[in-house]
Nanobody
């Protein structure tokens, strides 16, 4: 069992930056592949970024590639999402997710592969 708590959301102007944090408690953090998803009202939760257990593999949605960076600090049990050059269309509730991954290099881009979710943090980008 693991609990995930996101923070770092807020209101920012287009072109600005935010860094989201997700702190995991419970089971050893390095057991999990991690992901970030986002959701706007009326739409399905969509993949943003993922990181393998080892941290050696990362993957991004095309819409955020080159602007967002996922990283992790195993000593702090924390995964981050650095978001630069933000656009109004990035406005959403952002969720952190953890997946019990047997292989250290695997990562996942679909919600069904994730076992645990945080409560979400709102990101609003004004034009």
């Amino acid at each position: 069992q693991v609990q995930l708590v996101e923070s770092g959301g807020g209101l920012v102007q287009a072109g600005g930056s935010l860094r989201l944090s997700c702190v995991a408690s419970g089971r050893t953090f390095s057991t999990y592949a991690m992901g970030w998803f986002r959701q706007v009202p009326g739409k399905e939760r969509e993949f943003v970024a993922a990181r393998s257990r080892s941290g050696g593999n990362t993957l991004y949605a095309d819409s955020v590639k080159g602007r967002f960076t996922i990283s992790g600090d195993n000593a702090k049990n924390t995964v981050y999402l650095q978001m630069n050059s933000l656009k109004p269309q990035d406005t959403a509730v952002y969720y952190c997710a953890a997946s019990l991954a047997l292989h250290p290099e695997v990562l996942f881009t679909t919600t069904r592969h994730y076992d645990y979710w945080g409560q979400g943090t709102q990101v609003t980008v004004s034009s």
